[in-house]
């Protein structure tokens, strides 16, 4: 991977990615990924050039994370930190990161942590960054609470394109389990003005076997954009996601993952058991459950590190910075967003305008 500066080219000043360097066959100036047009293009003269074809990314047997092959070698990266926010940024050897995608501000510093894995895939952009402001735009007109500074002000600066790090496993899993689950029932007892009815419940021992298989359960491996936004920004089809190829992150920031593959991969299990326990439950019909003790054994485990898009909006109001995110081929956006208290105020007062009216038409009539 060699040094880019794509200051000029995508609005965000001084922030250089590491990706292969395309030159223009037509000027011979770097060229990026239009997202657009799904090629290699040059901001300058104008010139297109095919990526070329591209494999479907294969998973990997999950024993194979830990090899070395798998690891970028301490003089092939660097990882830089923004010590305003800790988003973590993998650059080239001899590359600088300036500014930070997350918060904006300049306090970018180099640390000596290894990149650690190699990305096994990558799911390119499918909308250039014009298009994702527009649908950043109509997620934040209606927010009913947001303040009109913050629904006008929305730029091209607010939002920038990253490949976000996760960590997707497919595994076939076998369970045992053994619990005991109840269902209510009436009757009536007593007779009379003692004449009740009364509910018990009758209970009943379950226990069997399941088997299941999870495919490319996706798990975020950064903070900052965290398992919470990954699921509401889905569903990404990370089955179609492209062999890594450096060239897909031209023009793009690529953000550090932060948390390992075993632990991704524990995250990954906690999921499944819980799928797994509603699924099993869903065998039977009940009202209660007394206790449900699953055993799950996991077999032919694969996973894929994929660098996924995501366009990542910041916007600072008064002195506190607010993040929202953009499926980066699908439109969809989630995020934290600010909320003025004259509309806050504005609609507990018409509320309690209106319980009021109810109140006094209830009592006149």
């Known amino acids: ?3 880019r500066d794509f200051s000029a080219e995508s609005g965000t000043e001084g922030i250089k990615v590491g990706a292969e360097n395309v030159k223009c066959p037509g000027c011979g100036a770097n060229m990026v990924f239009d997202a657009d047009l799904q090629t290699l293009y040059c901001p300058h003269c104008g010139s297109k050039k095919e990526l070329g074809k591209t494999e479907i990314a294969k998973e990997k047997d999950i024993l194979e994370g830990l090899s070395a092959d798998s690891i970028w070698k301490p003089d092939e990266t660097a990882v830089f930190r923004c010590a ?83 960590f997707t496993f497919d595994s076939h899993t076998y369970s045992v389990y053994r619990g005991r689950i109840g269902k209510h029932h009436t009757r009536v007892v007593g007779s009379g003005k003692n004449q009740r009815t009364e509910t018990y419940t009758v209970w009943r021992t379950v226990s069997g076997n399941y088997s299941d298989f999870f495919d490319d359960l996706a798990i975020t491996a950064g903070d900052k954009c965290g398992q919470k936004e990954l699921d509401k920004l889905s569903p990404y089809d990370t089955n179609s996601g492209r062999e890594y190829k450096g060239q897909y992150l031209l023009g793009f920031m690529a953000y550090h993952y932060d948390h390992e593959l075993s632990e991704c991969w524990s995250t990954a299990k906690t999921r499944m058991d819980k799928v797994i326990r509603r699924r099993i439950l869903g065998r039977y019909d009940y009202d209660v459950v007394d206790y449900l003790n699953v055993s799950t054994t996991h077999e032919n485990v694969k996973y894929k590190y994929v660098m996924i898009p995501v366009y990542v909006g910041n ?29 806050v105020g504005g609609l507990i007062l018409l509320g309690a305008a209106i319980v009021g009216v109810i109140a006094y038409l209830l009592i006149k009539g």
């Not at 942590?113 to 499918?126: C, Q, R, S, T, Y």
């Not at 298009?131 to 939002?159: C, G, H, I, M, Q």
């Not at 910075?321 to 004259?342: D, W």
Request: hydrophobic share 35%; aromatic share 14%; glycine share 8%.
């Open 1 to 3: 991977m060699a040094e």
């Open 84 to 166: 305003n926010c800790g988003a973590k940024v993998v650059l080239s050897k001899g590359e600088t990161a300036k500014t930070c995608p997350f918060c904006g501000t300049a306090h970018v510093e180099k640390t000596e942590e290894l990149a650690g894995l190699k990305p096994d895939a990558v799911l390119p952009f499918a909308f250039g960054r014009e298009k994702a402001l527009e649908y950043s735009k109509t997620w934040a007109r209606k927010r009913a609470f947001a303040p009109r500074k913050f629904k006008n002000d929305l730029n091209a600066d607010n939002v920038n394109g990253i490949y976000a790090p996760c």
């Open 315 to 343: 916007f600072t109001f008064r002195q506190k910075l607010y993040n929202f995110f953009v499926n980066g081929t699908t439109g969809k956006t989630y995020g934290k967003y600010p909320k003025s208290g004259l509309r």
